[in-house]
Structures are given as C-alpha cells and as structure tokens.
C-alpha cells in the first residue's frame, strides 16, 4: 500500500513543480477545474481520509470541504508544498499503522465504516484519476509531462538487446535478440512477418521489458542475419514446417531458461503470414503455458484454425487495417478472430481503403507501413495497446482478459433462445471445471437484456438472466441488486428481499469493487438507493 501510495503521490508532486505557474489557472473547458484546482482537491481529499484513518487532524487548516480556495494557496510554491505535506504525512501514517492498520474500520463517506485498507485503495485511485486529467491539461498545452519524458530518456538509453547465437536442430546458426526485464516475470517471444526481420519488433520489446515483460525476437531461418536457405511458407504440412517449428521451439527454450523468466507463463506475438501462423502454431505445441497471443495482419491455416476453436481459454488480441497492403489479409483476421473461442478477445480494425492486390507479403510486394509490425509507425498509439494487452494478460490477470462484448455475442444470443440461460449455465459450469476464474459474458451487458426483458413483461426469463449473472460474478452488488429488482417484478419477494439485503451487505463490506465495470461512488449510491428502496417496498427497510 505504501509503494502505490507514494508512487501516486509523487507523480502528482512532480507535476506541480513542474507547469508553469503561469498556466496553473488554465483550464480546459469552463466548468472544470483549473490545474491548481486539481491539485488542490486531490491533496485536500487525502487529507480527509488520512485525518479519518488517523483519528485526529493531519497537515494544514484549509477550511471546510475537500475543495480549497485559492485565496488560501496563491502561489504555486503554497500548492506544491499542501500536495507535498498530504503524500508525505499519508506515508507516514500507512507506516505508522503496518499491516494491521489497514484491517482497521474507520468513518468512509457519510459517516459508513469502511476497511482502511478499501480507504487508502480509494485515495490512490482517486489520485490516479486526478493525475490523467491533468496530463491532458499539460497535453493541451503542448507540454510532456514528466513522468513521460523520463520514459522517453529511459528508452533513449536502455542498454541494447543482447544478440545471442541459437543452434538449430540441424547446426544452423539462428540469431535471436533478448529483452531482459528489470525483475522476475513472465516471457514473450515475438515472430516477424515474411517481408521483415525480428528487427521489426525492436521496439515494442524493449517497452515490454521495460513492463515487467521479458522478451525474445527470431529471425527465422533464411531471414535477416539467421543462416539457412529462406523458403515460402506452405498451407499444407511439409519439411519446412516440422524445421520451422523446430527452430522456433528452439527459441521457446532459450526464453524459457532464463533467469527470472516465469515459463509457465508465456505469450506469444507474430505478424504477417510467417509470424501468425507460426505464433497460433507455437501455441498449440504448447498450449499449457502459452497465457496470451497478438496477431497482427496474418493467417493461420487448418491446424491452427482448429485450435483456436478449441482454445476458449486463450485471449488473443487481433489487429489488421483495411488497406492491408497484402489483401485479403483485413477479411481473413475478421475470420480468425470470429474462430477464436476464448470471450476476453479483443479485435483492433484500422478503416481505410482497400488496396490492389500486387503479391504475397514474402514476394517484394511494395511496403506501404500498412501491414504487421509496419503498423506501429502509421498508428503510433498501437505499441501502447500491445504493450497493455500483454501486462494485463501476463502480468494483472495472467491467462485472462475481460468478456467482450462482441468477442461474446454468440453467447448472449443464446439468452434469446428457449431454454438458452440454461445451456450458458452449463457452459459457465464447464468452463470453471477448466478455469475458476473463466467468464462468458460481460456483467453490463447480460444486466441490460435482463433489464430489457423485464421491460417486455418477461419476468420469469428476466430472473432467470439476472440469476446467471450473479452466478458469474457472485461478488457484484449490482448484479445481486438487479436480481432483486426481476425478483420483486416476479412477485417473489422473499428472494428479493434476500438479494436485496445481500447487494447492501457486499457494498458495506468494501471487500471488492461494486460491479466488474464500475466502482465509482456514484453507482455504489445507485446501487445503494435502488436495493434500499427495494427494501422499502418490502417493509424491511434498513
């Protein structure tokens, strides 16, 4: 808790030693807050809350509220010293109280007992808001904020990969690169597209390592500075494949052998032809440790097809422009994306215009920065995204990324169908056989159908969507309240009662977030009122 504590609050120091005070009265738009406003709010509210978990009065007397006026802080000087003094006296009381503090009750928002470890988690997370509204104030001004440009120093002078010499199976010399993190974590070995070398994913792998990612990148055999002859690609099974997947296994053993490297979680990234179908296939020879994949602008054949059918506990992130320079290469990702099982997928499709045909991707064809790792060029925001799918994927939720929407259509189509609820019970059921902590669907969008059928007068389906949701995500308040909202519409109003009463009991226990998609005070007082009322209703108000 301290680490996230002053890891928050220092970044908000930085940026108020570092605008201009010339620019701390600058706001985006007319009703929000200025920068020094900003500033000012977020270390007022830490004091509250420290002054809470303290048990008496902590810093500066700033009068009333969690809103300062700038009567009383004019200067920058008086706004970095109030932000100063609310990080540190914060970290002096977590230190103070250890772990035992933060099991501790104390007064939340109107007067609410909560846990003082949710009370210090709030802060941060209310800083953290803070902080991202004002890096768009320093955007908006044409200014890099701190934090960003030491990444950028950072990244300017991070030693060089390591170039290491593999042999192959048959004594080829492979040449690999290797990104070695700054701790222990997971591994990641990237594969190039046929009109490229792993030089192409230089980039991207030393931000993966700099996440906490260890990361590996081949030159296939043939290509760039590996020996071996280079050969097309093949759709059907032959020599090359069985070489190609030796060399690549190869690798997969190197990365796996490093020190700090975490083998039973690896993810996987390829681009183009060459580098997606070899990605799909390295996955499928090793399905048990392989925890994420990126594909980018490629195809997997037969094979590979089949395993992601059957890989429903595999997230992938799938990423394609529509004026590919190697069409059809947009439609094909659409349909490998569609063939992947797993709910948490996520596609990013680039519009533009087709493009002619001219050639395969490994033939000479023209490079126009529309194709695989070209990408990250023409859409500068794409190493980001790569680099957050893999760190949520490996590292926050390793194996696992958040039921999408469209990735899960096909299941919530089922809830249409007679007897439908039934059957993705059962398949929620089998998949936690599999993975305990496997979802189907996203919670919002399940409520809202159920929402809708009770709408319509469906009431008996309405319960029954609102019962798989709190079968999916038992630790929602808000999922226990909508089904005490179809249970009451059902007339059944012991059960309403009881999801009713247990909706309050998960929002005053402060254990969890109030639903899989929002946590902020605003929905728990939703949640809070509507089961309330409910209560109410009933004649069992609390």
């Known amino acids: 808790m301290l680490d996230s504590w002053n890891a928050i609050g220092n970044k908000l120091i930085a940026l108020a030693e570092d605008f201009p005070e010339d620019k701390y009265d600058f706001r985006v738009q007319k009703d929000e807050r200025t920068f020094a406003q900003n500033l ?44 100063q003094d609310a990080v540190a006296d914060g970290a002096q009381v977590i230190q103070q109280q250890g772990d035992a503090g933060l099991d501790k009750t104390s007064k939340f928002f ?10 210090w988690t709030f802060a941060v997370e209310h800083s953290a808001e803070h902080y991202g509204q004002l890096v768009v104030y320093y955007r908006a001004n044409n200014l890099v904020p701190p934090d960003s440009r030491r990444a950028q120093a950072q990244q300017s002078q991070s030693p060089a990969a390591r170039v290491i010499d593999l042999k192959a199976s048959d004594g080829t010399i492979l040449k690999a690169s290797y990104f070695g993190a700054a701790k222990p974590g997971p591994g990641v070995l990237l594969l190039h597209q046929g009109n490229r070398t792993r030089k192409s994913w230089d980039d991207e792998a030393g931000q993966l390592a700099a996440a906490g990612i ?51 979680i690896i993810g996987l990234g390829g681009a ?12 499928r020879r090793h399905a048990t440790e392989v925890r994420s994949l990126v594909l980018l602008s490629g195809e997997t054949f037969l094979p590979g097809q089949q395993f992601l059918r059957q890989a429903s506990q595999l997230p992938g992130l799938f990423v394609v422009s529509d004026d590919d320079e190697d069409p059809p290469t947009e439609e094909v990702m659409e349909w490998i994306y569609g063939i992947s099982s797993n709910p948490g997928k996520q596609f990013v499709h680039y519009p533009g215009k087709k493009a002619p045909w001219n050639g395969f991707e490994d033939t000479q064809i ?16 794409l190493p980001g995204i790569v680099v957050d799918w893999f760190v949520t994927t490996l590292i926050t939720t390793s194996g696992h990324a958040a039921a999408q929407p469209l990735a899960s259509a096909s299941i919530l189509e089922q809830f249409e169908l007679p007897g439908g609820v039934a059957r993705v019970t059962q398949q929620l059921e089998d998949a936690r056989r599999r993975d305990p902590k496997a979802q189907l669907f996203p919670e919002v969008v399940a409520t809202i159908l159920g929402y809708d059928h009770l709408a319509a007068g469906e009431r008996k389906l309405a319960v029954e969507i609102m019962k798989l949701v709190v079968t999916a995500y038992p630790d929602s308040a808000d999922a226990y309240d909508s089904l ?46 509507s089961a309330q009322q409910n209560l109410k209703q009933l004649g069992a108000a609390r």
């Open 40 to 83: 000012l709010h977020a270390a007022a509210l830490d004091f509250v809350l420290i002054r809470s978990v303290f048990g008496s009065n902590l810093g500066p007397d700033f009068g009333q509220g969690d809103s300062p006026s700038r009567d009383v802080f004019k200067t920058k000087a008086d706004v970095v010293k109030f932000m």
């Open 110 to 119: 109107r007067n609410r007992l909560a846990h003082n470890s949710y009370i």
């Open 214 to 264: 260890n990361t590996l990148t081949l030159d296939m055999r043939g290509f760039g500075e590996s020996g071996g002859e280079h050969q097309r690609w093949p759709r059907e099974d032959s020599p090359v494949k069985k070489t190609w997947a030796d060399d690549i296994d190869t690798a997969w053993q190197y990365l796996v052998s490093q020190p700090g490297v975490n083998r039973h």
């Open 272 to 283: 183009g032809l060459v580098g997606v179908d070899n990605a799909v296939l390295t996955a």
């Open 366 to 381: 023209p490079a126009v920065g529309t194709h695989g790792t070209d990408l990250f060029k023409s859409h500068p925001e």
């Open 484 to 529: 005490s909202d179809a249970y009451l519409a059902d007339g059944q109003k012991d059960l309403a009662r009881q999801t009713a009463e247990k909706a309050l009991a998960l929002l005053d226990s402060y254990t969890g977030p109030a639903s899989s998609w929002s946590d902020t005070e605003a929905r728990r007082k939703l949640i809070r009122d």
